[in-house]
C-alpha cells in the first residue's frame, strides 16, 4: 500500500515560493506605499498614485498638469519627507506624470 500525500500548511508553501521567486525583495521594496499618505499627505495622496519603480526612480500618476507642476517643485521636500519614513529605500527621484491609473 503507498504512503497518503503528505499536506504543508500553505503558508510554508507561500513562503518557499516568495523566497525562489524574490517575492520577499519585492514587497519590502513597496512596503511604502504603506505610508504613502503619510509621507505626502492627505491631499496629495488623493491627487497621486505610485505607479512603479525603476532603479532608483519611483514614477507617480498625478491627477491634472497643475498638480505635476506642483508636485515638480515640492520633489526635494517629499523625497526628504521619503528618506525619513523609508531609509533603507533607495530612491533619489521621482518621475511624475498625468496619468489614469488614479
Known amino acids: 500500500m503507498s504512503k497518503p500525500p503528505s499536506f504543508h500548511p500553505l503558508k510554508n508553501i507561500l513562503g518557499k515560493l ?3 521567486n524574490q517575492w520577499e525583495q519585492k514587497l519590502k521594496q513597496y512596503e511604502f506605499l504603506l505610508h504613502w499618505e503619510e509621507i505626502v499627505g492627505a491631499k496629495i495622496a488623493k491627487q497621486t498614485t505610485p505607479t512603479t519603480w525603476r532603479g ?3 514614477c507617480v500618476n498625478v491627477s491634472t498638469p497643475a498638480w505635476l507642476q506642483e508636485l515638480r517643485m515640492m520633489e526635494p521636500e517629499i523625497l526628504e519627507k ?3 519614513k523609508c531609509p533603507n529605500q533607495p530612491i533619489h527621484k521621482i518621475h511624475w506624470r ?3 491609473d488614479r
Open 18 to 20: 516568495a523566497k525562489n
Open 56 to 58: 532608483t526612480t519611483l
Open 82 to 84: 521619503f528618506r525619513l
Open 98 to 100: 498625468v496619468g489614469q
